[in-house]
């Protein structure tokens, strides 16, 4: 249907981008890549790289707002950059 909303969740089965994290300041953007289809509402994801990304540094990518909104009642940033605004503290500033 329209407006049906989908969520990717590798939590029972994923492949190795399931390590790939939240990052308040992203070095990755997610791509939507369609392969065998052009269902838009199934697509398969891919990362790119925003920048060069040393040996040992974590990757991620923004969750964005529409994600914390739906699941930032679960579970909040326990760490992350001063800019981060999904942040435990700043999620109690804004209470």
Same mark, same amino acid.
């Given at each position: 249907? =329209? #407006?049906?909303?989908? !969520?990717? =969740? &590798?939590r029972f089965y #994923?492949?190795?981008?399931?390590? %790939?994290?939240?990052? !308040? @300041?992203?070095?990755?953007i997610p791509v939507r890549v369609f392969m065998s289809h052009q269902d838009l509402r199934f697509p398969?994801? *891919?990362?790119?790289?925003?920048? @060069? %990304?040393? &040996?040992g540094e974590e990757a991620g990518? *923004? !969750?964005?707002? #529409?994600?914390w909104g739906s699941k930032g009642k679960y579970f909040s940033r326990r760490r992350g950059s001063p800019k981060c605004k999904h942040s435990s503290s700043a999620l109690a500033q804004r209470q």
């Amino acid at each position: 249907e =329209d #407006g049906e909303v989908y !969520c990717l =969740d &590798a939590r029972f089965y #994923g492949d190795v981008s399931r390590f %790939i994290n939240h990052l !308040c @300041q992203p070095n990755l953007i997610p791509v939507r890549v369609f392969m065998s289809h052009q269902d838009l509402r199934f697509p398969r994801m *891919a990362f790119s790289s925003t920048r @060069q %990304i040393e &040996a040992g540094e974590e990757a991620g990518f *923004a !969750c964005g707002d #529409g994600f914390w909104g739906s699941k930032g009642k679960y579970f909040s940033r326990r760490r992350g950059s001063p800019k981060c605004k999904h942040s435990s503290s700043a999620l109690a500033q804004r209470q």
